[in-house]
């Protein structure tokens, strides 16, 4: 998942999450159980919104399979956000060039290119990998009341019984 955003007046952030891999690997060769990864419930999808205090514009849109194309866009007039995924990775981008009504402006940006449950044979260990890239400005104000910030994503939670593992990575470009 990348995410791009809360951002205040004169301030833009993106994100794009990339090149993802999966490698598998065999913990006991001699019990002759190949590795193997089964993706279920797999998806894809968008979102984008620009608000303030008093209004606010949002899109989003989900499809099925991993890594398939969805995009969302979202316009006011102080700001724009964007999202979208396709084959090989997941995008955002926002801005807000001044306060909307209300006296802020902000927006929001996610893309999520694998969203899926999986399972794996016995005894074999995965690994997830994936290239983020962000930036992220804000204006002169000097008061620390403008951020931006984007941040990738990468985790996975695995259920067995009797509890579970969580296994995350983050990665964060900000500015204020």
Known sequence: M???????????????????SITLYDLDPSDGISPELTFTNEGSGSIAQVYSSSESDYDGVSQPGNFVPTSAMSMLGFGEASASTDATSANTAGSVSGPGYGGYGAF?????????NFTLTAWTGMKLTATFEGTASTGPAGDYTEYASAQGSLGTSIYVDGGSEQHYSYRYASAN
Do not use: D, E, R
């Open 108 to 116: 929001y940006a996610a893309a999520y290119g694998v969203s899926s």
């Open 2 to 20: 990348v995410v791009a955003g809360p951002a205040a007046a004169v301030s833009s952030a993106s994100g794009t999450l990339s090149g993802f």
